[in-house]
């Protein structure tokens, strides 16, 4: 009983004494505030991410946008803040959306594109106003960062960005726009008549 009580003991004191505590939990990796505190922080992109170096010259990116924690490659954290803004890229889950019963809206989008970028000012009420008979979803043209999207390009021939396709509830496509517009009020009307 006494070696178990040692055992138990020094596995305990060794594992309070780490500075380098690593948890990780999916594809995000949770740094301890004590390392952090040890880190330099390398650059910061507003409303984005940071980087961070510890002492090991290990770098690490923390997210800014969605407070989704810290992450050992760009990739991944790139991976997630995608997941969690609705982007998809397989052919498969994005059909099984549109066939879902309820109306969609595709949006074809492109991290680089600045209309891109724009058109997310003038659909954020849209998404508000829509978002609980709608489902909407956005498709990275450029794929940097998730499954390969040629198929599904290629499929609702997406040729260039942005690109808006509504599709009814029966999983019709009804409305089909390419370019910058801030048509939030002509997306708004069509989505309103296709509940």
Same mark, same amino acid.
């Given at each position: 009983?006494?070696?178990? &009580?040692?055992? &138990?003991?020094?596995? $305990?004191?060794?594992?309070?004494?780490?500075?380098?505590?690593?948890? *990780?939990?999916?594809?995000? +990796?949770? =740094?301890?505030?004590?390392?952090?505190?040890?880190?330099?922080?390398?650059?910061?992109?507003?409303?984005?991410?940071?980087?961070?170096?510890?002492?090991? @010259? +290990?770098?690490?990116?923390?997210? $800014?946008?969605?407070?989704?924690? #810290?992450?050992?490659?760009?990739?991944? #954290? !790139?991976?997630?803040?995608?997941?969690? #803004?609705?982007?998809?890229?397989?052919?498969?889950?994005?059909?099984s959306v549109i066939d879902s019963g309820k109306p969609? &809206?595709? *949006?074809?989008?492109?991290?680089?594109?600045?209309?891109?970028? #724009?058109?997310? =000012? /003038?659909?954020?009420?849209?998404?508000?106003?829509?978002? @609980?008979?709608?489902?909407?979803?956005?498709?990275?043209?450029?794929? !940097?960062?998730? *499954?390969?999207?040629?198929? /599904?390009?290629? &499929?609702? *021939?997406? $040729?260039?960005?942005?690109?808006? =396709? =509504?599709?009814?509830?029966?999983?019709?496509?009804?409305?089909?726009?390419?370019?910058? /517009? /801030?048509?939030?009020?002509?997306?708004?009307? +069509?989505?309103?008549?296709?509940?």
């Open positions: 009983m006494k070696v178990f &009580f040692i055992i &138990f003991y020094c596995l $305990l004191l060794v594992s309070c004494n780490s500075t380098n505590t690593i948890v *990780e939990t999916n594809e995000t +990796i949770m =740094i301890s505030e004590f390392e952090k505190s040890n880190s330099e922080l390398v650059r910061t992109f507003k409303n984005d991410y940071s980087l961070w170096k510890n002492n090991n @010259d +290990i770098e690490y990116y923390e997210d $800014l946008r969605f407070n989704l924690g #810290m992450f050992d490659t760009f990739e991944l #954290m !790139r991976e997630s803040q995608y997941r969690k #803004m609705g982007i998809v890229t397989d052919l498969s889950t994005i059909q969609t &809206f595709l *949006e074809g989008w492109s991290e680089s594109c600045v209309y891109c970028k #724009m058109g997310e =000012i /003038a659909l954020k009420n849209l998404k508000n106003e829509h978002s @609980d008979n709608v489902n909407f979803l956005i498709v990275d043209v450029s794929n !940097r960062y998730l *499954e390969d999207v040629t198929d /599904a390009l290629m &499929f609702y *021939e997406i $040729l260039s960005t942005p690109t808006y =396709i =509504i599709f009814d509830k029966n999983g019709n496509e009804i409305h089909r726009s390419v370019g910058y /517009a /801030a048509q939030g009020e002509k997306f708004s009307k +069509i989505l309103f008549e296709n509940y």
